[in-house]
C-alpha cells in the first residue's frame, strides 16, 4: 500500500484520467433532444416544468396497476406518454425505427385504438394531447392524428426553434427560419390565416395566460391550450405586437427592450421578459391601458422568471429565488434557490424551481416546503416522487404545506406522466397505469 | 450559441470532470454517465451558461448533485437511450483505486467532496469554500476529518504515515 494520501490520489487521479468521456457530439444531441421535447411544450404552457417533472427512472415491478400493462407490440428504445381528460396517448419508437402511438381510458386501462407510424422514426420528439388534437412529434415533422380516432389528419414540418401555440379549434406556428406565421385549423390543416415574414420578424410568439386558466388546472392537468385569444410576439427589434389568434389580425404595437434569451412569459395582459441593458433586468410591459414597459429588478445572471400572484413577479439568479412586488419594485421576500435554477412554475399557491440537481418547492410566502421530483397533480397538490421503486410517493398540498403518502412507487420505465389519481408510466415493452391512493 | 464553442469546452473541461465525478462515485461508468448528463444539461442551457464566471463549476454541481441519489436511475435511462452512444469501456482499477474507492464511499458526501476537489482537482481550501458556500474553517474541518475517515476505513491507525496527507494543511491554509 502507498505510504500516503497523496499517493492513494495520484494512483486514483491516472485511473481516472484514463476514463474515457462520451464525447461533446453525444452529450449536445442529449441535451438538444431534451430541449427540443421542452420546447413543443413551452410555447404552450407556462408551467412546462411538468414535462421536466414526469421523467422519473426507476428499476422494478409496479404494485396497485388499474389493468394489464398495455403491450406496444414490440420492444420500444424510447416512448413517452401525455394526458388529456380521462384518455392517455403513448408514443413509442423501436429499436428498429418502427413507431405506433396508442391510446387507453386512464381510469379503467382499457385500450381504445393502435396505430402504426407510416414512416421509421429516428428521434421521437414527444407526444402532445390537446382537447382536439395528439401530436405526435419526430425527426422535424408533427403529425396530427384525431384523438377518438387514431387517424392521421395533417403532417406539418416542425423545427425547435419554431414556436407552437395551441388553441382549442387551431394551432398557431411561427417559423423561425422564415419569420413568416400560419394558423391552422386542427381537423383539416387547412390554414386559417397567414402573416408573412416582415422586415422586423417575430422572434418568439407567445399565447397570453391569464388566471382563470388556474381554474382548468384540476380537470386536465396543465393547461396547453389557451382560451385567451391575445397572441403575443415579439419581434427582433424588441416591439411587441397583439394579434387576434381567431384572425390574425394586428391590434397592438407596443414597444419593449431585446430579450435575453430566457423566454418571456405574457401573463394577465402583462409580457415579463429579461433583458441586459447593461445589467440583467426584469422587465414588465403592459399590454392593456396606456403605461407602457419598465424595469421591476436588476441583478446578476437571472436564470428564471415568472409571474407569482397578486403584482408579483419571482426572480431567480444564481444564489436566491426573489419575490418582486411589481407595482413599486420592492423586494417582498428573497430565499436561497436550487443551484443553477432554470425555471419557475408558479402554481397559483406555491412555486416549483427546477435547479440543477432538484427541484423545490416554495410557498407563496417562500417558505421551502419540499425538494425532490416534483410534478404537479392537480390544482391544489404537487406529487414528490422518489427515486426508488416502491417508496412511497408523497402528495403535497403548498397551501397548507401538509404531506401525505400516496402509495408506493411503480417502475417508471421511460418516464412517468400522471392526472388527479393516476400514474402512467410507459415502459420497454407496455404502458403500466397506477392509481394513487386517497 | 455555438456548437464549437461548446466543444471546445468539453474538450478544455470534460477530464477534469470525469476525475471529479470518478471521485465521487468510484465507478467509471457512473461517473462517464454523471458527466454525459451534466454537459447535456449544459448545453440545454448553453447560452446563458457560457456568460457565467465559471461555467465549470457549473458543471461540478450538477454532478454533486445528481452523484447523491440520481446516479443509479441515469444509468438506467443512459442504457434505454438505444441511439445514445455508451462511452468506451474504462481500464480496469489498481489494487490501490479499489482501497480507496471503498474507503471514500465509506466516508460522508460532504468530505468526500472537498477532499475530491482538493486532491485530485487541486483546488486550495479559499477555492473549495466559494465552491461549496462554506466557510474555510468548515471547510479544513472536512478535510481533516475527511482524511481520518478514510485512515479509520483503511485501517490504519493514528500513527499509520496515511495521516501525512495532514501536511496538505500547511498547503492549504
New interface residues.
Partial sequence: ?????????L???R??????????????????R??NR?RALTTAALAVCLAAGT?????APPRSAVSPALSYGTEA??ATSAIEGDVVFTAWVA?DGEAGVQAATLSTGASRWRVGMPAHI??LRGVIALPHAVLMIADGTATVLDPPTGRQLWTFPYQVSDDLIYYDDLLVRQEKETGATRAYDWATGDVRWEQPATADPPQRTLGMFVPSDAERVGRFGIPLTFKDPRLVQVTRSGAVRIRDARTGTLTQTRGAAAMD??PPVAFDGRLYSVDRSPRFAVRVTELTGPSGSRVVHTGA?I?AIAPCGDDRVCVAD?SGLTAITIGDGRQAWRVPAP??A?SIQFLGDGLVVD????QALYGTDGRRLAAGRLGRLDGRHVLILP?AVGEEIVRVTPATGAQENAGPMPDA??GCTWATDKLACPG?SALEITTLKD | ?S?DD??EF??DT??RL??YA??LTGD?GD??DL???A??????????LI??DDPES?LR??V???S???W???R??RA????????????A??E??V???RAMRRIPPAHRRV?VLH??LDRSVAEIAVETGASTGTVKSWLSRG?AG?AAA?GADDSS?????DR?AGRLG
Wanted: no cysteine; glycine share 10%.
Fill in positions: 500500500m502507498p505510504a500516503d494520501l497523496d499517493d492513494l490520489f494512483t486514483l487521479r485511473h481516472a484520467d484514463a476514463i474515457p468521456g462520451g464525447g461533446s457530439a453525444d452529450a449536445r444531441r442529449l441535451g438538444t431534451r430541449r421542452m421523467a422519473v427512472y426507476l428499476l428504445r424510447e429499436k429516428e428521434n434569451d430566457l445572471d436564470s444564481r443551484e443553477g432554470g435547479g440543477a440537481g432538484e427515486n420505465g421511460f420497454p | 450559441m456548437a461548446f466543444d468539453y474538450r470534460s477530464q470525469l476525475r470518478y471521485g467509471a461517473a462517464q458527466v454525459q448528463e454537459y447535456a444539461r449544459a448545453w440545454q442551457r448553453w447560452g446563458r456568460r457565467y457549473w454541481t450538477v454533486s448533485r445528481l447523491t441519489d440520481r443509479r436511475r441515469l438506467v435511462r434505454k437511450a438505444g441511439s445514445v452512444a455508451q462511452p468506451a469501456t474504462a481500464p482499477p489498481s490501490d483505486t482501497l480507496l474507492v477532499l486532491y485530485l482524511r478514510l483503511i504515515p496515511l495521516l501525512e496527507g496538505h
